[in-house]
């Protein structure tokens, strides 16, 4: 990979006379070679990449949610059945992996590695870790929905490994066992599984659960306390949410402990 130019974290051109120069050794020892790969393969070539271990302490932070996810799924994968979940949020989910295939493959093809890596990034710490697992945290035994929480992490690793090869191949090693993550075919994407309509839906349905939880927090007032009803008002224009929201309802009453919306 080339980039405009490689400067320190600050902006500032690296001069061994400065002592701002970070060398290859001092580096990969300090914080890793996948951090400094995720460094490199996050950034747009046009511009400069502003390289240093501050930067470096913030991917390891996404490094540990990852491999945190890898000790979940593990847990969580004892009685996989050979069918997925039919459940909204694993609908969701599902029509979200094959999304990610699809763009992760265009962008790579084009050349965009910087995009494609913002894309694995973005679902596997927001729409796997921050949602998905949260929305199924109760039904974790029912062995489809298991199913669908390590096949989805599966394909989501493979689409990682060409970026993160040695924290991949741990994880493939720790919870799937293949002979090498860098030996699976690149993940095939499903369009039967793209669900756009439900992918709105969600994003709609996760905004309402946040409003409900923020006026919790506002009147403190927990969630493990059960409230009969919410109202929830819509401008005009955006009338249409209902509809849209109305396969999601019972997901939305079940995270925020309501009765009637």
């Known amino acids: 990979l080339s980039y405009e130019e490689v400067r320190d974290e600050k902006g500032e051109p690296m001069h061994k006379s400065r002592g701002n120069a970070i060398w290859f050794n001092e580096a990969v020892e300090k914080m890793g070679a996948d951090v400094m790969r995720w460094q490199y393969c996050s950034q747009n070539p046009q511009f400069n990449l502003n390289f240093g ?31 997925y979940s039919k459940d909204p949020a694993s609908l969701w989910i599902l029509s979200r992996i094959e999304n990610l295939k699809l763009n992760v493959t265009n962008y790579l093809d084009a050349l965009e590695y910087h995009k494609a890596l913002e894309e694995i990034k973005n679902f596997l710490l927001f729409d796997f870790s921050k949602t998905y697992i949260h929305f199924i945290r109760d039904d974790l035994d029912d062995g489809k929905v298991q199913k669908v929480l390590h096949s989805v992490y599966l394909d989501a690793i493979t689409l990682l490994a060409p970026f993160l090869p040695f924290l991949t191949e741990k994880i493939n090693l720790d919870v799937y066992e293949k002979e090498s993550i860098h030996l699976q075919s690149w993940p095939k994407v499903n369009k039967k599984l793209i669900n756009e309509k439900l992918e709105t839906a969600m994003t709609y349905s996760n905004e309402i659960i946040q409003g409900i939880m923020a006026a919790r927090d506002k009147v403190k007032i927990g969630v493990r306390w059960p409230l009969k009803k919410a109202t929830i008002n819509l401008q005009k224009e955006n009338e249409k949410i209902k509809k849209k929201i109305k396969p999601l309802i019972e997901l939305i009453l079940r995270q925020t402990n309501i009765k009637e919306i």
């Open 53 to 83: 271990y501050g930067p470096g302490k913030e991917i390891q932070r996404y490094l540990l949610v990852i491999l945190n996810l890898a000790n979940y799924v593990k847990q969580n994968s004892k009685n996989l059945s050979k069918e």
